[in-house]
């Protein structure tokens, strides 16, 4: 019996002074840990090139050589001229394209007499079918014939306002080519832009059209660049470049 | 860690959140596609008289013209321009240069003025005929009178600017 007393006693006493102390004890505890969580942000980069690939260089040059025959020559009232530039989106990310924009690479009045009275028109190509790269070589010189033609039909039969007139039938075309195989293939046209080159020098907000090019794929762009009969004298024997640009955003969340 | 620093830690947590949502901006992934360098160059509409003196001088007795008097004389131009070009005399303009008693009066000079229109490549040349004829019928009041004129060749870009039949411009200007 006293051993027991004596025993339950000093447990407790130690029971007491443990809560009488107050402060600190100690309780059993554990943890469970996850390691090595990784969050790695895609990229969204684009690259571009000519229609007529691999060639490189700027859509529109005026003479033929060795780095492209597709010149356009000297330009002149009532010209018109369509060349093909493929985006491709080389990134882990889906793009949406966000703004098309030119940017001119000099000045002086040569510049803005020009971008006062060139037209430009900027379409994406929604191919039908196996397009591969003879469809697109070929699609980019049906369409250069066909603005052509249209232009030249719309003078002839007094259209009055030929812009508007060219670019509403512009959106109504599909247009057909062969592949490789010889296989009939077509393409439709969603239009981008269409206005006077000087409206183009400010970022044009083209979002809501909802373009978009999926990672590692590659969009079709044609841009056509017209100089109306009424263009003036003024322009004879001038030279003016440009940069013509594209920015996509990330298509999620956006 | 004890609760209260954890709760101080999600306060500043709390806020700074709510300071990145007040401010209204954010930041998306963007790519840029670019083509750089393209050119473009207008070309040229000329027209050069290279007739190599005035037309009047191909006329020996153009210091001594008398009745009955008239030749062909020969306006020779070139396309000095990079574009080829439709050609022809203004016959408005021209006709509207004479001055002087020849060209006055009841049996004046007659210039009859070439109206082929031509088409010239870059580089290429052509001519245009002007007749001058002093009617025999003229009189004495036309001793001593003098006549000038100009002859004005127009052209026009033939590029994008011919006619139905192909032998003109759809418009000279």
Not at chain 2, 116 to 129: C, I, R, S, W
């Amino acid at each position: 019996m006293k051993k027991k007393l004596l025993a339950i006693i000093p447990a407790g006493v130690m029971a007491a002074s443990l809560l009488i102390g107050g402060a600190t004890y100690a309780l059993f505890t554990d943890s469970a840990t996850n390691t090595g969580n990784t969050f790695t942000a895609g990229t969204l980069t684009m690259s571009t090139s000519r229609d007529d690939i691999p060639m490189a260089g700027p859509m529109f040059y005026t003479n033929d050589n060795t780095n492209g025959w597709s010149g356009t020559g000297l330009w002149a009232p009532g010209d018109s001229h369509t060349r093909g530039l493929f985006v491709r989106n080389t990134g882990s990310l889906d793009g949406k394209l966000a703004t098309v924009s030119a940017i001119a690479e000099g000045s002086g009045t040569q510049y803005s007499s020009f971008e006062s009275q060139a037209d430009v028109t900027i379409a994406v190509f929604a191919p039908h079918g196996n397009f591969d790269q003879t469809a697109y070589r070929q699609l980019m010189q049906v369409v250069d014939n066909w603005y052509a033609n249209a232009r030249k039909n719309a003078w002839t039969n007094g259209i009055a306002n030929v812009d508007d007139y060219i670019n509403q039938s512009y959106l109504h075309q599909v247009f057909d080519v062969k592949n490789v195989l010889g296989e009939d293939v077509s393409a439709s046209v969603i239009e981008v832009y269409n206005d006077k080159l000087s409206n183009l020098m400010s970022p044009t907000d083209v979002k809501t059209l909802g373009i978009t090019v999926p990672s590692q794929e590659t969009l079709l762009m044609g841009y056509t660049v017209s100089l109306p009969l009424t263009a003036g004298n003024d322009l004879q024997n001038k030279t003016v470049n440009f940069t013509f640009q594209n920015e996509f955003q990330q298509a999620k969340n956006n | 860690m004890s609760i209260k620093k954890k709760l101080a830690m999600a306060l500043v947590t709390t806020t700074a959140g709510a300071a990145i949502m007040a401010a209204g901006s954010f930041a998306l992934f963007t790519g840029t596609a670019t083509n750089t360098g393209n050119t473009f160059t207008a070309g040229t509409v000329i027209v050069s008289d290279i007739t190599n003196g005035t037309l009047s001088s191909q006329e020996v007795n153009a210091g001594k013209i008398a009745p009955g008097d008239g030749k062909t004389l020969t306006m020779t131009v070139k396309n000095d321009g990079n574009l080829s070009e439709w050609v022809k005399i203004d016959q408005d303009e021209t006709n509207g240069t004479k001055t002087g008693g020849l060209f006055g009066g009841s049996t004046p000079m007659t210039l009859t003025l070439d109206n082929k229109v031509v088409e010239l490549a870059p580089g290429a040349e052509t001519t245009f005929n002007v007749d001058y004829s002093l009617p025999l019928a003229a009189d004495n009041s036309y001793q001593s009178a003098t006549g000038s004129f100009n002859v004005k060749v127009d052209a026009v870009q033939s590029r994008n600017n011919r006619n139905s039949a192909g032998d003109g411009p759809n418009a000279w200007q």
